[in-house]
C-alpha cells in the first residue's frame, strides 16, 4: 500500500473534529482495514456518527472529504445518534462487531441486540444468499457474483458462530479453525478466491452448490417460532 492507514486515519479525524466539533460523536473503521485484511485494492470504510445528520452535514462532508488523499477509496456510513439507536437490530449486530472505534464509543448499542436480532441476522443472511445464488446458477452463471456472494457468507457464518458460543471473531484467519467443516470450505473459498480469482469459473457449479446447500440448511434451522 501507498499510505499509512493509522496516518490517514488521523489527519481525518482533525479534519471531522474541524468540521463538526462537538457534534462528532463517534468515529470507527470497518471492513478489511480493521481486521487487518486490507491489501491495496481495499476501501477505507469509514463509520461518522453525529448528534443528527442533513443533507447539509452530508454535503460539507464530501467536499471535506474532497481535500484528502486517497479520496477514491473512501466509502462508509454516516448517521445521526438517534436513527442508529432505531436500525434494525440485526444490522446493529454486525455493525457493533465489526467496527473499531477510532474516536468516542457505540457502546450504548449493545444492551439494544437481543438474542433473537442475532438469530434475525443470520436467517436475513441466509435467505439474501439462498436467493440470489439461485438465482446466479438459473440465470447469470457469474463468477463474479458468485465470489461476492462468498464474501457476503463471511459475515452470516460470523453470526451463526457468535450465536453459538457468545464470541466475535473478526479476523477470518483467526475463525476458521474454530468452525464446523462445512462453513470453513465456506471461508477458507472466499480467501482463496483472492490469491486464484480464475476458481469461481472453473469450479463454478460445485462452490454454487455448496453455497445454496448451506443457506438452505440454515434457513430451515433458523426459522422463526
Known amino acids: 500500500m501507498n499510505y499509512d492507514i493509522d496516518i490517514w486515519m488521523k489527519a481525518y479525524l482533525e479534519d471531522l473534529k474541524t468540521l463538526l466539533g462537538s457534534r462528532l460523536l463517534f468515529v470507527g473503521l470497518q471492513g478489511s482495514y480493521c481486521r487487518g485484511e486490507a491489501t491495496d485494492s481495499s476501501d477505507i470504510d469509514a463509520v461518522v456518527i453525529l448528534d ?19 479520496r477514491e477509496k473512501v466509502c462508509g456510513f454516516i448517521s445521526g445518534r438517534q436513527e442508529l439507536i432505531n436500525w ?11 467496527t473499531t472505534p477510532i474516536f468516542g464509543s457505540i457502546d450504548f448499542l449493545l444492551p439494544l441486540i437481543g438474542k433473537e436480532d442475532i438469530r434475525r441476522a443470520v436467517r436475513i443472511g441466509a435467505c439474501n444468499i439462498y436467493h440470489m445464488c439461485g438465482h446466479n446458477i438459473v ?3 457469474s463468477a463474479e457474483i458468485l465470489k461476492a456472494l462468498y464474501k457476503s457468507a463471511a459475515f452470516t457464518v460470523q ?31 472466499g480467501i482463496m478466491f483472492r490469491k486464484q480469482p480464475n476458481m469461481a469459473q472453473a469450479e463454478f457449479d460445485r462452490l454454487s452448490e455448496l453455497l445454496f446447500n448451506w443457506a438452505a440448511g440454515l434457513i430451515i434451522e433458523y426459522k422463526t417460532d
Open 88 to 98: 434494525e437490530r440485526s444490522d446493529l449486530f454486525q455493525f457493533y462487531h465489526d
Open 139 to 141: 440465470h447469470e452463471k
Open 159 to 189: 453470526a451463526v458462530y457468535y450465536d453459538q458460543t457468545g464470541t466475535y471473531i473478526k479476523q477470518k484467519s483467526e475463525l476458521i479453525p474454530m468452525l464446523q467443516p462445512q462453513e470453513r470450505e465456506i471461508l477458507q473459498t
Open 52 to 70: 443528527h445528520v442533513t443533507p447539509q452535514d452530508l454535503k460539507a462532508y464530501s467536499v471535506m472529504l474532497d481535500t484528502l488523499p486517497n
